[in-house]
């Protein structure tokens, strides 16, 4: 009898050895998705090349006083003509799938208003191409923020149900060109924070918002962000049906929506800030997914909003029923939330309409590590946290982590070293993948991870001053060198038994 229970303990300690302390590629399936990510305004470059439109973030970015260090995405990481050496940087990485976007003003440079230019469709073929003779999936975002300014010049972009048509049509120029090839389809990147970004706080084009949420010359922070979201989601449904008549039964691909999905945790134990943190949920995830999934928004944003919430047609509510066939979820960080309607509390520009402020701090103590972005700590625990909430909410509809990463600043006074020894970064990917093998462990149908980005690139409103890349990139010669993170992904993919962070098991191919 003893015997066999030393025999137990041995067997269950191995297990908790190398199930809970040991992260490996193992503990994931051979189907799981491992990839990178990398979005097209903020990589590509040749931005006026072969034709290509302006974008609306072409416009923004050439605006004074807009972006950080001054500086925009005309050349970037200059991929368009460098992907094929992006491409095998992937290949050395050892993962199985590439998360881009395609540029709508590079496809469509008037919007429906124009021709399709041939020679964006050819860019996109010949990535596409590369990656699949590679053994690389294509998961494509149809749109990643950068939108053609003529849409924002002719009628205002977001704010006019006009651009359902605009988005249904160049959704199914997409498809016709490449969903013979791209069975991972996305319709948006994040729209619940771009239209805030846009509408809110007016930090990103067109600039729009009112007083307290920020400081613009026209806009209206407590109407414009649902508007913009309505012609949103009514433009992911035109497209997911567009692509389920005519394209999926013949195909069998899939497609979804990718959320940014921070986590609220309530900042006291107190039934106000419990329900404070589901309220910013449903003001920010729920407002996106419930109208997929249940035809219609939260109420308590009715309640709260009136009628600057735009209402559904009951033929609309139809069109968008089980409109997706996976939840993406772009997961970086959690914060805390508080009550606001009990409570009085400072504006927040992000989160405020729910009635709620957020704030990274408990009697003084941080939520977790700070990274290069204000606001955004690490803290690993959140992802399981999203993970297990998407599953209880959406029926366990499957999941993919479309982005998660960590971001280093920088400044000039830093050394090559200081850049490409991240620990902070590969202890960061090791610690999110640990929990979220934890919540597959409980049954969530979590499909794919995909590490933002590929290599450092254009970061929107802090230009090339926040880096998230596996690889360096010097701008100034666009050499893309590997960061310790890069290996050790590497490593992980490759099966390597590694402990916490950068272990010492590294392959020879580095
Ligand atoms: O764009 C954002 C987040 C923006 C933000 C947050 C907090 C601030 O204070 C300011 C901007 O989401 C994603 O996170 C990434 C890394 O940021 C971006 O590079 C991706 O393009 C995008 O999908």
Redesign the pocket.
């Known amino acids: 009898m003893g015997s066999i229970h030393g025999l137990l303990f041995i067997l269950s300690l191995q297990f908790f050895v190398s199930n809970v302390y040991c992260l490996h590629r193992s503990q994931f399936k051979p189907s799981f998705l491992f990839g990178v990510g990398t ?1 097209s305004y ?1 990589i590509e470059g040749a931005y006026l090349e072969d034709n290509k439109g302006l974008s609306n973030w072409d416009v923004f970015a050439h605006t004074q006083g807009k972006i950080k260090d001054g500086c925009n995405g005309d050349i970037a990481d200059d991929h368009y003509h460098r992907y094929l050496e992006d491409i095998e940087l992937m290949t050395k990485l050892g993962v199985n799938s590439y998360r881009f976007s395609i540029s709508w003003s590079r496809i469509l440079p008037k919007g429906r208003f124009g021709d399709v230019n041939m020679r964006g469709i050819s860019f996109y073929n010949k990535v596409i191409d590369a990656i699949l003779a590679k053994g690389i999936e294509p998961f494509v975002t149809i749109n ?2 950068d939108i053609p300014q003529e849409l924002l010049d002719r009628y205002g972009a977001w704010l006019s149900a006009e651009i359902r048509k605009d988005f249904g049509y160049f959704a199914e120029v997409c498809f016709k060109a490449f969903s013979d090839r791209v069975k991972y389809w996305t319709t948006f ?2 729209p619940n ?1 771009v239209t805030k ?1 846009s509408y809110m706080s007016g930090k990103y084009p067109p600039g729009r918002c009112s007083s307290p949420f920020g400081n613009c010359t026209s806009g209206n922070s407590s109407l414009e962000p649902y508007i913009a979201a309505h012609n949103m989601i009514l433009s992911h449904a035109t497209a997911v049906d567009i692509y389920r008549k005519h394209y999926q039964e013949k195909q069998g691909g899939t497609i979804g929506i990718v959320i ?1 999905a921070k986590w609220y945790e309530p900042l006291r134990n107190i039934t106000a800030d419990i329900l404070a943190a589901k309220r910013a949920m449903d003001f920010d995830h729920h407002w996106f997914l419930d109208p997929i999934f249940f035809g219609d928004y939260p109420s308590v944003m009715r309640q709260i909003l009136g009628p600057n919430l735009p209402t559904f047609t009951s033929e609309e509510k139809n069109l968008l029923k089980a409109k997706l066939d996976f939840i993406g979820i ?1 997961q ?1 960080t959690t914060t805390y939330t508080k009550d606001c309607i009990h409570s009085s509390c400072t504006i927040d520009n992000y989160d405020g309409n729910a009635l709620v402020f957020t704030t990274g701090e408990r009697n003084g103590n941080l939520i977790g590590t700070p990274t290069g ?4 700590y690490a803290v690993p625990w959140g992802i399981e946290k999203v993970v297990m909430h998407m599953k209880e909410r959406y029926n366990n509809t499957p999941m993919y982590i479309a ?1 998660n ?1 960590y ?1 280093q600043a920088s400044n000039s006074s830093m050394t090559a070293a200081d850049f490409v020894n991240d620990i902070e970064r590969t202890n960061f990917i090791h610690d999110y993948l640990t929990y979220l093998n934890s919540a597959i462990r409980k049954g969530a149908d979590v499909r794919g991870y995909f590490v ?2 590929l290599i450092d690139n254009f ?3 802090f230009g090339y001053t926040l880096r ?1 890349g596996l690889h360096h990139v010097d701008f100034k010669t666009q050499e893309r060198t590997p960061r310790m993170s890069a290996k050790w992904y590497s490593n992980f993919l490759k099966g390597s038994k590694i402990a916490k962070g950068f272990g010492s098991e590294m392959s020879s191919e580095y």
């Open positions: 979005s903020q990643h923020f990147n994040e924070l970004f940014a772009n970086y972005l204000n606001n955004y982005e990463g971001s933002w980005t970061e929107w409103l998230f």
